[in-house]
């Protein structure tokens, strides 16, 4: 495994796996998004976590959200397009399209990625994040993960983008968590719910070896 100013990357043990994107939110690149990380490595995966708050990590929500409107939105999309290429380069497969698993603001520049990209993006997996540009002519399929009670969602857009993938004819499936909020999957963070947590982990697992 390696940590630098610009990324986190783990390999199977094993060798190299298949090749996986980590999009962390807007709380940074942190020691909770990297043990994610070696964990989804474990399962078989060669993973990367780009830095995309450059070197910045909060536990303020206020804070965070004030960062995240300062940065430049073209510079977050082609760092995310880079990394899908640098991943895909360092996975079992150079010709293989990768996965990625985003959160919240990561979840969105996942889904904008799968559509920019869409020859390098096979899966998609969704916590709590939506998008609202068309899905025509992306190729992925989609397990979308949201909280039953989320302030930073808005229900009618993630209901009209579950609708807009599904009319695209791409595999989507979606899954609600009850007495959840924004954050339940994340350890570190306010809100965590263990037992939703676990369950949406069995469910990205299973999707991911599909």
């Known amino acids: 495994m390696a940590v630098n100013d610009a990324a986190y990357f783990v390999s199977p043990r094993s060798g190299p796996g298949h090749p996986l994107l980590l999009l962390h939110s807007w709380w940074g690149l942190d020691s909770g998004v990297r043990q994610m990380a070696d964990r989804i490595s474990d399962e078989g995966h060669t993973v990367l976590v780009p830095d995309l708050l450059s070197g910045e990590t909060f536990d303020d929500a206020e804070a965070a ?49 799968s559509i920019r990209i869409p020859e390098a993006v096979s899966r998609v997996v969704s916590f709590y994040g939506t998008q609202t540009i068309d899905f025509a002519g992306a190729r992925s399929a989609y397990q979308l993960h949201f909280a039953d009670h989320d302030e930073l969602v808005d229900p009618d857009e993630a209901a009209f983008m579950e609708a807009t993938i599904g009319l695209t004819g791409l595999e989507v499936e979606s899954h609600s968590y009850p007495g959840t909020s924004h954050w339940f999957f994340e350890p570190e963070r306010p809100n965590y719910d263990p037992d939703a947590a676990e369950r949406a982990w069995e469910r990205m697992v299973r999707f991911l070896r599909r």
């Open 65 to 113: 959200e004030a960062h995240l409107k300062s940065l430049d939105v073209d510079r977050l999309a082609s760092l995310t397009q880079a990394s899908v290429h640098l991943v895909r380069e360092k996975g079992i497969d150079r010709d293989a399209p990768v996965s990625i698993v985003g959160l919240s603001m990561g979840a969105s520049l996942g889904l904008w990625a």
